[in-house]
């Protein structure tokens, strides 16, 4: 079970996750510090280390719309939160099957902060009010690109499962 930590509304983009005086700082290692930066609460949650990991960001429709900047990506990868949202921008998604962030896609969610929420492959059941809704999967490559945590481990395995034993 995760808790809803954060409920945003529609369009939540990536200047506000990640906003660009930060650009300069590129490095996985670096930019989680500035997630949501502009959130001073949140963010000094998340620097604390007082969101847990697998804690979940609700949000509308168009999540990480705005700029292709993939640091907007990295920075809650950083932070190993997982975004649910009713959908997701083209280019924030394929970042985040890229990193091996854990989007979820459900529709017609309906929940607040605070609410627990059970995550599974097909749906998702809010505990605290016991309604569910359906979830809109991913292809069977970007789940595993994501469970891999991203294109360069999912390509790196790939390449050593078709290499002999005897060359690894």
Excluded: W
Aim: proline share 5%; glycine share 8%; net charge negative.
């Amino acid at each position: 079970m995760s808790e809803i930590v954060l409920k945003f509304g529609d369009d939540v983009s990536t200047d506000m996750i990640y906003p660009g005086r930060f650009m300069a700082t590129v490095l996985p290692t670096e930019t989680p510090a500035y997630a949501f930066a502009d959130e001073k609460e949140f963010n000094g949650k998340l620097n604390r280390k007082e969101i847990a990991p697998g804690s979940v960001l609700l949000a509308g429709s168009n999540f990480g719309c705005g700029s292709s900047r993939e640091q907007a990506v990295s920075c809650l990868k950083g932070h190993e939160v997982v975004i649910v949202a009713r959908s997701f921008a083209r280019i924030f998604l394929q970042n985040a099957v890229n990193l091996g962030l854990r989007t979820v896609a459900v529709p017609e969610i309906e929940a607040q902060a605070g609410d627990e929420l059970d995550i599974g492959p097909n749906q998702v059941v809010n505990r605290t009010s016991g309604l569910s809704y359906r979830v809109e999967s991913l292809t069977t490559t970007q789940l595993a690109m994501i469970e891999a945590g991203g294109l360069i481990p999912y390509t790196r395995q790939r390449l050593l499962d078709t290499m002999p034993a005897s060359a690894r």
